[in-house]
């Protein structure tokens, strides 16, 4: 049985890390068509109340982001050159998302405009919205984790987008530690990092005794990669390609069941994480 590779310090360094990622100051600022504008503070605030003062109307474009945050600007075909012409003569503070309603039937399709202004074509619809709430992940950045703490609307879609870039990290790990085990405690960490972000964003208060619950969550990988391990035994010949695979898998795995997790509360106690991480050792 391999020795849990899972550094508890880099963990807790890990955990305020997250902490202060998601105390961070984030906010959206809703601006253009009323009609909209409403539609979408009753979306955006579906999980949870808005905070007064964030997701709000403003008089129009022109007085672009009264704050520092992510302003989302809804308008109709037949208004988005006056308000694209208003945007760009505006000093905006951050970025900027204009959503365009097209009308039922209208494919979401993001591009960028001049000024670096984000365009979304989408329809007054749930498959819309969703696209709308995962453009305000992509478009939010480094603020992202912030974001989701706030806006439970668009939480799944930063966890999801955490998820990706982790996953992605952890196949970058897997190709360039040739010696086998030697890229575990690298990726564990990864997954710890990514665990405990999601449970910042989820509202955890997290002290170190739950640092070592949350991050006991990545040993979960273990059994993903102890799979790999065999797979690369039995094919040798496909071991790099093996390796990416599992990695991605494991991450991405780990990434989904911290959602569902704390979707549900968190109800696990530390003592029944730990002993279920435990198992999972290979």
């Given at each position: 049985m391999a020795k849990l590779s899972l550094n508890i310090a880099k963990s807790l360094k890990a955990l305020r890390e997250a902490s202060a990622s998601a105390g961070e100051y984030a906010s959206i600022v809703l601006a253009g068509d009323q009609a909209l504008v409403e539609?979408?503070?009753?979306?955006?605030?579906?999980?949870?109340?808005?905070?007064?003062?964030?997701v709000g109307s403003l008089s129009g474009p022109a007085g672009v982001a009264p704050a520092p945050g992510l302003l989302v600007v809804l308008t109709t075909p037949g208004e988005e050159s006056e308000v694209v012409a208003s945007l760009a003569a505006a000093a905006a503070k951050g970025p900027v998302i204009v959503a365009v309603d097209g009308g039922p039937g209208t494919r979401s399709k993001a591009g960028y405009l001049a000024g670096g202004i984000v365009r979304l074509s989408f329809s007054d619809n749930d498959a819309g919205w969703d696209r709308l709430f995962s453009l305000c992940a992509e478009t939010a950045g480094d603020k992202g984790i912030a974001l989701g703490r706030r806006y439970p609307a668009v939480r799944r879609a930063v966890a999801r987008r955490l998820i990706a870039r982790t996953s992605a990290q952890n196949v970058f790990i897997a190709?360039?530690?040739?010696?086998?085990?030697?890229?575990?405690p690298a990726m564990t960490l990864n997954q710890a990092k990514m665990v405990l972000s999601i449970a910042?964003?989820?509202?955890?208060?997290?002290?170190?005794?739950?640092?070592?619950?949350?991050?006991?969550?990545?040993?979960?990988?273990?059994?993903?990669?102890?799979?790999?391990?065999l797979l690369v035994r039995a094919l040798p010949g496909l071991a790099i390609v093996l390796r990416m695979v599992t990695a991605y898998s494991a991450t991405t795995a780990v990434g989904l069941g911290a959602i569902a997790y704390f979707e549900k509360g968190a109800p696990a106690s530390t003592s029944k994480v730990i002993a279920l991480a435990g198992s999972m050792r290979h």
């Open positions: 539609r979408a503070r009753e979306r955006f605030a579906q999980g949870g109340t808005a905070p007064s003062g964030d190709l360039v530690f040739f010696v086998p085990g030697s890229d575990m910042a964003m989820y509202g955890e208060s997290i002290d170190k005794e739950r640092a070592v619950e949350l991050a006991g969550l990545a040993v979960l990988g273990f059994g993903f990669r102890g799979l790999g391990r």
